[in-house]
């Protein structure tokens, strides 16, 4: 079972910020938070991940609570073509190797 | 440019044959993953491989089976024995199991079942 408890859905007007939850209450000291999105029939983008700080890349920023229990993702000037899943997921640790498990994901609508 | 090829990205085969997907990577990663997704829903792992001749299963293996005989190379067959085939099927990989790696994924094949 996923780890991760995001919203069914978003939405965000054009250009302004989106900012999308996520609640992993159960993470592990050493396991990380990704960020994926997934348009219509394509395969999921990576976005962003991070561990214990804040990241930012040319796409977003990551912010992860103190205690590493929730976090959020910022698209700071949400446009038409950010409209997609949008996927928080913990990287889980297992005998053969780590693995990423999905939710059911954000749908993120972006609105003109 | 390196990246992850899938094909084809439409499948259409009878039920009760068994099918092939491809998956191809020249990105030099040592991990491979496929996934299935349903309509509406998130991804669910199949199978993934670390390492070359080695695999694990995921969480829905019944009625799958793979390969990993060269490091680009990670097939997934969808035999007779899987009940509901019919789904959008992709492959990922990643540089190596550990959890600081992230995935790359291919453009995924649509398989019917009729």
């Known amino acids: 079972d996923a780890k991760t408890t995001q919203p069914p859905s978003m939405d965000c007007a054009e250009g302004r910020a989106a900012n999308l939850p996520c609640n992993h209450s159960t993470i592990s000291g050493n396991e990380y938070v990704y960020w994926y999105r997934q348009i219509h029939s394509q395969g999921p983008q990576y976005i962003i991940h991070?561990?214990?700080n804040n990241e930012t890349n040319e796409m977003a920023s990551l912010i992860i609570t103190e205690d590493r229990k929730s976090s959020t993702l910022i698209l700071p000037h949400a446009t038409l073509r950010d409209t997609a899943v949008y996927y928080c997921?913990?990287?889980?640790?297992?005998?053969?190797?780590?693995?990423?498990?999905f939710g059911a994901g954000t749908i993120l609508r972006v609105k003109s | 440019d390196g990246g992850i090829t899938q094909s084809p990205k439409y499948l259409f085969r009878k039920e009760g044959q068994n099918v092939t997907l491809s998956c191809e990577q020249n990105?030099?990663?040592?991990?491979m993953y496929w996934y299935r997704q349903d309509p509406g829903q998130g991804l669910r792992l199949i199978y993934y491989s670390q390492i070359v001749n080695d695999f694990q299963k995921g969480d829905i293996a019944e009625g799958y089976s793979v390969s990993r005989e060269k490091k680009e190379s990670f097939p997934l067959t969808v035999t007779s024995a899987q009940k509901n085939p019919t789904a959008f099927y992709l492959c990922a990989s990643s540089i190596t199991g550990r959890a600081s790696d992230g995935y790359t994924f291919g453009s995924g094949t649509r398989l019917t079942v009729v």
């Open positions: 997921i913990v990287r889980v640790g297992t005998i053969g190797g780590n693995k990423l498990v």
């Open positions: 990105l030099n990663h040592d991990a």
């Open positions: 991070g561990l214990k």
